[in-house]
């Protein structure tokens, strides 16, 4: 079984910069494509950004420009860098492992205040 520990969420200002991190942990024999969906009050969850254990990206469209996603295949870590943070981007941010049978972290708590 894969446990995944997110950190790095708070609170900011508009225009700011956060840095969210996954690690995985666990029984982990090969781990594909992982992500960073979220959550805001109210409303669905939304993709962010994912990316494949070979480095390819891909983004929400209204993200891209402002968040990078990356990742640390030695450490089983993936990070998600949030700049020009909006108020609209307020909401928890979930990391996950892509697949048939996804496994999702705790979530983290990011607040942007205007």
């Known amino acids: 079984q894969v446990q995944l520990v997110e950190s790095g969420g708070g609170l900011v200002q508009a225009g700011g910069s956060l840095r969210l991190s996954c690690a995985a942990s666990?029984?982990?024999?090969?781990?594909?494509?992982m992500g960073w969906y979220r959550q805001a009050p109210g409303k669905q969850r939304e993709l962010v950004a994912s990316?494949?254990?070979?480095?390819?990206?891909n983004y929400a469209d209204s993200l891209k420009g402002r968040f990078t996603i990356s990742r640390d295949n030695a450490k089983n870590t993936v990070y998600l860098q949030m700049n020009s943070l909006k108020a609209e981007d307020t909401a928890v941010y979930y990391c996950?492992?892509?697949?048939?049978?996804?496994?999702w972290g705790q979530g983290t708590q990011v607040t942007v205040s205007s």
């Open positions: 666990g029984s982990i024999f090969s781990i594909n494509a």
């Open positions: 990316i494949t254990n070979g480095g390819s990206t």
């Open positions: 996950v492992i892509l697949g048939r049978f996804p496994t």
